[in-house]
């Protein structure tokens, strides 16, 4: 079936022309929403065309990468301060920084390696004015008991 954009019009149509359209059809306005939407939809249709497929062959290659910027060119003295940071953290709890240092046991209570620890940690990052063990102690054990308190089924009202 021909759309009326796509019909030829011979002198022999009984249908007028409509003068908003200029498509063949009654006068309706109804008839002429319909007509003007479907000649869109073909001048729409004809302006969307797929675009060529892109594949790998026809990127242009990839520009070289940027060097780094000035002064900055080795990580190295970096990765042995952290790797001396570890070792010492480690040191006194186990054998190396490369072993689990079991500061939690299996359901979460901390243990006297976390003491351990925070101590050495202290060491590093305040030094001199480093907190007692004795302070530190006492903090994982009372988050030891506080941990103990919350598992504790609580009676209700």
Do not use: W
Not at 50 to 60: E, H, K, W, Y
Not at 66 to 84: D, K, M, Q, Y
């Amino acid at each position: 079936m021909a759309l009326p954009d796509e019909a030829e019009a011979s002198p022999t149509d009984a249908a007028p022309r409509h003068s908003n359209c200029g498509a063949a059809h009654s006068q309706s306005a109804s008839g002429c929403s319909i007509e003007l939407l479907v000649n869109y939809g073909r001048r729409t249709a004809r302006a969307i065309e797929p675009s060529p497929r892109t594949i790998v062959a026809d990127l242009s290659p990839s520009p070289a990468p940027r060097s780094p910027p000035a002064g900055v060119s080795n990580c190295s003295g970096e990765l042995a301060r952290i790797a001396t940071y570890a070792a010492t953290i480690a040191q006194g709890v186990v054998g190396g920084a490369n072993e689990d240092l079991a500061l939690f046991t299996a359901d979460g209570a901390p243990t006297e390696n976390l003491a351990k620890v925070m101590a050495n940690m202290a060491a590093v990052e305040i030094g001199p004015a480093r907190p007692r063990d004795a302070v530190i102690r006492i903090a994982v054990a009372q988050l030891r008991q506080l941990l103990e308190e919350q598992a504790k089924p609580h009676a209700g009202p």
